[in-house]
């Protein structure tokens, strides 16, 4: 791991400190070949990042270290999709998500992101770490619409309310949502292979 990571040296950035980009609906292709990690403090305050998330961000490596994640967050994601990540690393538990990025020119990246929770010595959680992967496009085209009308009941009503119908989407479908985003966009054949690896080898340190 490089020299970028500052543990819990880490000060918190006001994020209003840089202004939010506009984005211009213009996707940035990344290659399966690349993984792009981060880490984050238990608050989500980013302490690392790998050249390929720094580079594809488009940000500096100094602005993005101290600085809360969200400033990745891109306008068409659902709150639910947020709220449904941190209320389970929370606990400790591992969850799969298709996350549309927005980096500092406003274009924008979709990437299948699997996390790792790290504890210290008493099993208390002091960080995450987040293994992306570009999402293939009948992945983006299958998520798109569903974020599109969570996004809309949110605007129009409320989080629970995309939640729910978050719920009966699946419902439909027979499956919870980990079986759902497994069978859609979990990594396969070599390129789980290579997920895996790159894992392990952030897992060493
Ligand atoms: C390890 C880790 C990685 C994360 N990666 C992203 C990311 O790539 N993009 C993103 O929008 N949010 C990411 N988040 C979630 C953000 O912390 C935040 O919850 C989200 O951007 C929603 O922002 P908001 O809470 O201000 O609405 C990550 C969180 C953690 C703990």
């Known amino acids: 791991m490089s020299s970028v990571e500052m543990g819990s040296m880490v000060k918190k950035r006001d994020i209003q400190a840089l202004s939010r980009p506009i984005p211009t ?16 403090n238990s608050k ?4 690392y990042g ?25 306008p068409d994601m659902p709150k639910a999709i947020f709220y449904l990540m941190w209320q389970r690393i929370r606990k400790g538990k591992n ?9 500092k020119s406003g274009d924008h990246y979709w ?22 992967q570009s999402a293939p496009k009948h992945v983006v085209d299958t998520i798109e619409k569903l974020y599109a009308k969570m996004l809309e009941i949110e605007s129009e ?5 995309s939640l729910e119908y978050l719920d009966g989407y699946l419902e439909e479908r027979g499956v ?10 979990a990594p396969k ?15 060493r340190d």
Do not use: C, W
């Open 44 to 47: 989500g305050v980013i302490i």
């Open 50 to 74: 790998n050249e390929n998330f720094v580079d594809i961000s488009g940000y500096s490596e100094s602005e993005l270290i101290g600085t809360p994640h969200n400033i990745l967050r891109h």
């Open 189 to 203: 054949g070599i390129s789980a292979t290579f997920f895996k690896k790159m894992k392990e080898m952030f897992s």
């Open 95 to 103: 969850i799969m998500a298709v996350v549309k990025n927005l980096s």
């Open 111 to 132: 990437v299948t992101t699997d996390f790792d929770i790290r504890r210290d010595r008493d099993g208390k959680i002091n960080s995450y770490m987040a293994f992306r």
């Open 176 to 185: 919870d949502y980990d079986k759902f985003i497994e069978d859609l966009a």
């Open 157 to 161: 009503h409320s989080m629970d309310e």
């Open 25 to 40: 609906g213009k996707e940035i292709k990344i290659s399966s070949q690349k993984m792009l990690v981060s880490k984050t």
